[in-house]
């Protein structure tokens, strides 16, 4: 990105996220070893996946007629980085998860900014609680990057001033647009995670429509995809039952 003539310094524009699985303790066997403690009492892990069309057969049926509270004894760790506008749509989600994101009040934000990619549909159709997205033209999505890097630019050069000039950082970032890039930790249970799932994501296996926001949608296919190759007897019950978190 090359700056303007009066700037000190640069902007980079992204039209990606990044999620990284930090730390898990998170398997399928989480869900036998609490499911199967109402019947049998407490089992060895040998004796738990013995068997392993029952223990599919098993979670299978807890997915199925919503026995919820057998996903929730696991925990996923996610490191985010996403626009904050992703963050402000992520704190809807707070039954079984935890965030620390970081802080405009301690440290100095970084330049880097959200821009819709190539394949981000900009043109809303329709009216509220019935629209559809369309692709738009390259004139439209020439416009819309152009204006969102020149309103970057000068916000960030106003919260520059205001450091500059002694302004705690607190105050100076009130300047900042929601396309600024911000990181979290999050963490969650398979049972949280699936609610999120079922809302945050289009999928063709889904009972219910879900009509999520592309970025959100970008950050849950992220973390879809780590928590399959950690249960996949969970994650496969879950898409067999129309994707409705028990």
């Known amino acids: 990105m090359t700056p303007t003539p009066d700037d000190d310094f640069k902007i980079e524009l992204r039209d990606d996220v990044t999620v990284e699985l930090v730390k898990h303790s998170a398997a399928d066997s989480d869900v036998l070893f609490a499911a199967r403690v109402s019947t049998v009492g407490e089992q060895s892990l040998e004796e738990l996946t013995k068997d392993p069309e029952r223990s599919k057969g098993l979670i299978n049926y807890l997915m199925r007629d919503r026995h919820g509270s057998p996903f929730e004894h696991n925990s996923m760790t996610f490191f985010i980085n996403a626009p904050i506008l992703v963050f402000r749509e992520f704190m809807r989600h707070r039954v079984g998860w935890s ?3 970081e802080s405009g009040r301690y440290r100095e934000l970084q330049p880097v900014f959200y821009v819709p990619g190539p394949d981000r549909k900009l043109v809303q159709q329709g009216r ?3 629209y559809v997205f369309v692709e738009g033209t390259p004139e439209q999505h020439e416009s819309v990057g152009n ?3 020149e ?3 000068q916000a960030y050069r106003a919260y520059q001033e205001m450091l500059a000039q002694g302004v705690a950082r607190e105050v100076a970032r009130s300047v900042l647009p929601v396309g600024l890039f911000s990181s979290m930790y999050a ?3 398979a049972r949280s995670l699936m609610h999120f799932l079922g809302l945050r994501t289009q999928h063709e296996q889904a009972k219910v429509p879900s009509f999520p926001q592309r970025e959100i949608e970008m950050v849950g296919e992220k973390m879809e995809a780590e928590w399959a190759k950690l249960m996949p007897l969970t994650y496969a019950a879950f898409n067999a ?4 978190a028990p």
Do not use: D, F, L, Q
């Not at 039952?241 to 409705?244: E, F, L, P, Q």
């Open 147 to 149: 204006a969102m890097e």
């Open 128 to 130: 509220p609680g019935k």
């Open 151 to 153: 309103s970057y630019r």
């Open 187 to 189: 963490t969650c249970n």
């Open 99 to 101: 965030y620390n994101e």
């Open 241 to 244: 039952n129309g994707r409705v």
